[in-house]
């Protein structure tokens, strides 16, 4: 398995000031999405071959509204794109790893995420991302 990172998480407490800094700052566009069973609005910025997501909650039953509480703004997780998120999860489980996601869910662009417990990995929190690709 050859490892890419898909992208950066970062919490913010509001989107549109991030965007606008983001934007300024670098002279990169967004692109945003609401994913409402997430309880979330991200935004995307290219950077390079990855990307940087900046997430904010759309309401206190998100986890990130609870994250944001207790740390406050900044990193949130790493992503890497998989091929097989199915195989992706397995590996992590035989390497004794704990999930949040047993199974993937659907997260932003159409794609599947599941992801892994910071305290199997030293501290961050990772995510898994499949690339849902249109045949």
Same mark, same amino acid.
């Given at each position: 398995?050859?490892?890419? @990172?898909? +992208? ?5 407490? $509001? ?20 994913? =409402?069973?997430? !309880? ?16 904010? =909650?759309?309401? =206190? /039953? ?5 994250? @944001? /509480? ?5 990193? +949130? ?6 091929? $097989? ?15 949040? $996601?047993?199974?993937?869910? =659907? ?9 892994? !417990?910071?305290?199997? @990995? ?14």
């Amino acid at each position: 398995m050859q490892l890419k @990172l898909d +992208h950066v998480g970062i919490v913010v407490h $509001d989107l549109d000031r991030a965007i606008a800094t983001y934007e300024a700052a670098l002279g990169v566009q967004c692109e945003r999405e609401l994913l =409402p069973e997430r !309880h979330l609005e991200v935004a995307f910025f290219a950077a390079g071959e990855s990307r940087i997501e900046l997430i904010t =909650p759309t309401s =206190p /039953e998100s986890a990130v509204s609870r994250f @944001l /509480e207790k740390r406050g703004e900044g990193l +949130h997780h790493l992503a890497y794109e998989v091929d $097989d998120i199915a195989a992706a999860l397995e590996r992590a489980r035989q390497a004794g790893l704990r999930l949040i $996601d047993q199974e993937a869910r =659907p997260g932003a662009h159409g794609a599947v995420v599941a992801f892994v !417990h910071p305290a199997s @990995l030293h501290g961050v929190l990772t995510e898994f991302v499949q690339k849902v690709h249109p045949h």
